[in-house]
T-cell receptor, first 115, second 113 residues
Framework: AQTVTQSQPEMSVQEAETVTLSCTYD???????LFWYKQPPSRQMILVIR??????QNATENRFSVNFQKAAKSFSLKISDSQLGDAAMYFC????????????FGKGTKLTVNP | EPEVTQTPSHQVTQMGQEVILRCVPI?????FYWYRQILGQKVEFLVS????????KSEIFDDQFSVERPDGSNFTLKIRSTKLEDSAMYFC???????????FGDGTRLSIL
């Protein structure tokens, strides 16, 4: 079974600085998707960024980018120019490609942005 | 932007009672999901639903649980004879296709007394 590990329960960053959130996963599959979801205090989980495992190029979405290391099974999220609105729980998630549609989540990292 | 909506936001129920959690997925989405998050633990998959039937369920999703799409807009999760350990945040999600990202609702916090 696939597992997702987020080793940082909490992180903090100064406004306008850069922070990197870690995620590792375990799978025997070669084709899959990886996601980062953000859950602000308002509770709705919002998709931040998505990476297909077959793509070597790291996904980027404005100030958010990932460092996808397939061999190391690592999928970190970098937030540049951090803003107060980035404060939230961040969940890393895995989904197989084809077959099962379920998302497998990590435990989450709580990000605090200090003014 | 269209959203997945869930009601109620918080449900308090006596142990042994039945509870129905409601979700309105995004209108053109075809795949529907329920997840739960026990306080301090990971978000866990419960069930996926497509074409009016369950496509996958986890071992958590036992006979106590059922899902239904009673009309063209709602997607419900019913828990019969609730237990204390059912206390959790329950998230509904939907996606337009199985290969597309899932969009989540705000969640329903279920408290069993």
């Amino acid at each position: 079974a696939q597992t997702v590990t987020q080793s940082q329960p909490e992180m903090s960053v100064q406004e306008a600085e850069t922070v990197t959130l870690s995620c590792t996963y375990d799978t025997s599959e070669s084709d899959y998707y990886l996601f980062w979801y953000k859950q602000p205090p308002s509770r709705q989980m919002i998709l931040v960024i998505r990476q297909e495992a077959y793509k070597q190029q790291n996904a980027t979405e404005n100030r958010f980018s990932v460092n996808f290391q397939k061999a190391a099974k690592s999928f970190s999220l970098k937030i540049s120019d951090s803003q107060l609105g980035d404060a939230a729980m961040y969940f890393c998630a895995y989904r197989t490609q084809g077959g099962s549609e379920k998302l497998v989540f990590g435990k989450g990292t709580k990000l605090t942005v200090n003014p | 932007e269209p959203e997945v909506t869930q009601t109620p936001s918080h449900q308090v129920t006596q142990m042994g009672q039945e509870v129905i959690l409601r979700c309105v997925p995004i209108s053109n989405h075809l795949y529907f999901y329920w997840y739960r998050q026990i306080l301090g633990q990971k978000v866990e998959f419960l069930v996926s639903f497509y074409n009016n039937e369950i496509s996958e369920k986890s071992e958590i999703f036992d006979d106590q649980f059922s899902v239904e799409r009673p009309d063209g807009s709602n997607f419900t999760l019913k828990i019969r004879s609730t237990k204390l350990e059912d206390s959790a945040m329950y998230f509904c999600a939907s996606s337009p296709r199985d290969t597309q990202p899932q969009h989540f609702g705000d969640g329903t916090r279920l408290s069993i007394l």
